[in-house]
């Protein structure tokens, strides 16, 4: 069974492009969540998706969105790039909805440096 | 979100057993306790979750107290590989979002 894929692995962005970083949940999994972590903050929590709507978001300025398609594949968005962007964008996906503790199954992760 | 705290770093030997504490003083009646590892790179790993009592998996055990305000991780034998970040998290069930603390980092020493 293969595991949550994101892509690009890794990537360099310069101060005000904007960013498109693609997730992949394992087969059924219908919540997908997304994580930033840097060494200064550490993991933080961006939002999650259920079912193409998003139904939680952390306490991030609006340059960062997000989308979820009807085959649970996720996208997010950064615009306007910033210095402290660059980071370790983690997705997470699980097989539950609203209510249940299942385990979260993250990906290895996009690593974005901004210059 | 309760709040959780952890050492921030511990070392052991191979072969021995680790025990890693984490303090959960506002746990709610409903969270359950989960922890995860993370080796650099990588996205976090489940390990273990549990809410009362003594939970025991292929990898590791938990250990949580009746009163439920702390938790404690159990690796045994831990080897080389164990070597990681290991976060305590509290799961209110109710959303996914996951609130993670700074983590404890393990090292292992031959």
């Known amino acids: 069974k293969a595991g949550v894929t994101q892509t690009p692995r890794y990537l360099i962005k310069t101060r005000g492009q904007q960013v498109t970083l693609s997730c992949s949940p394992i087969s059924g999994h219908r919540s997908v969540s997304w994580y930033q972590q840097t060494p200064g903050q550490g993991l933080q929590f961006l939002f999650e998706?259920?079912?193409?709507?998003?139904?939680n978001k952390g306490n991030f300025p609006g340059r960062f969105s997000g989308r979820q398609f009807s085959n649970s594949r996720s996208e997010m968005n950064v615009s306007t790039l910033e210095l402290g962007d660059s980071a370790l964008y983690l997705c997470?996906?699980?097989?539950?909805?609203?209510?249940?503790?299942?385990?979260?199954?993250f990906g290895e992760g996009s690593r974005l440096t901004v210059l | 979100l309760a709040k959780t705290t952890q050492p921030i770093s511990m070392d052991s030997y191979e072969g021995q057993e680790v025990n890693i504490t984490c303090s959960h003083n506002?746990?709610?009646?409903?969270?359950?306790i989960t922890w995860y590892q993370q080796f650099p790179s990588q996205g976090p790993r489940f390990i273990i979750q549990g809410y009362k009592t003594k939970v025991t998996n292929e990898v590791a055990s938990l250990f949580i107290p009746a009163d439920r305000k702390s938790s404690t991780l159990s690796l045994p034998r831990v080897s080389l590989s164990d070597t990681a970040v290991y976060y305590c998290?509290?799961?209110?069930?109710?959303?996914?979002?996951?609130?993670f603390g700074s983590g404890t980092q393990l090292t292992v020493l031959p």
């Open positions: 998290l509290v799961d209110p069930g109710s959303a996914r979002q996951l609130t």
């Open positions: 997470a996906s699980s097989l539950e909805g609203r209510g249940h503790t299942g385990e979260l199954f």
């Open positions: 506002n746990i709610a009646t409903n969270d359950y």
């Open positions: 998706y259920f079912s193409e709507t998003q139904r």
